[in-house]
């Protein structure tokens, strides 16, 4: 069987290093279980927490994590902050995976 590096340029490699940076993203299953909490609309903080079954603390570390990786957006309303799925970079990640694991 032969190998050969699927990052051959600099575009393949910014794809491996996008998806390596989503799937960690998505690696833990508490952040997981906040990406499908999201699917149905955004939410605040304290409508995910119950859900998913972790600390306020513990929500908002997931949260900016999936905000860093570009999963997440954010909109202020009055004192809370509701965050839900960015689907147009969700969308870029499902195609930038596909083409790193075709």
């Given at each position: 069987?032969?190998?050969?590096?699927?990052?051959?340029?600099?575009?393949?490699?910014?794809?491996?290093?996008?998806?390596?940076?989503f799937?960690?993203?998505?690696?833990?299953?508490?952040?997981?279980?906040?990406?499908?909490?999201?699917?149905?609309?955004?939410?605040?903080?304290?409508?995910?927490?119950?859900?998913?079954?972790?600390?306020?603390?513990?929500?908002?570390?997931?949260?900016?994590?999936?905000?860093?990786?570009?999963?997440?957006?954010?909109?202020?309303?009055?004192?809370?902050?509701?965050?839900?799925?960015?689907?147009?970079?969700?969308?870029?990640?499902?195609?930038?995976?596909?083409q790193?694991?075709k």
């Amino acid at each position: 069987m032969e190998f050969t590096c699927c990052a051959k340029n600099s575009s393949e490699n910014e794809n491996v290093s996008k998806t390596y940076a989503f799937l960690r993203a998505i690696s833990d299953p508490n952040r997981l279980k906040i990406l499908c909490v999201l699917q149905g609309g955004s939410k605040c903080v304290c409508e995910i927490v119950p859900v998913v079954g972790i600390s306020d603390k513990l929500a908002s570390h997931h949260l900016k994590q999936l905000k860093d990786t570009g999963l997440l957006i954010e909109k202020r309303e009055g004192k809370f902050i509701r965050y839900g799925l960015d689907k147009k970079v969700i969308k870029e990640y499902k195609k930038i995976f596909n083409q790193v694991i075709k």
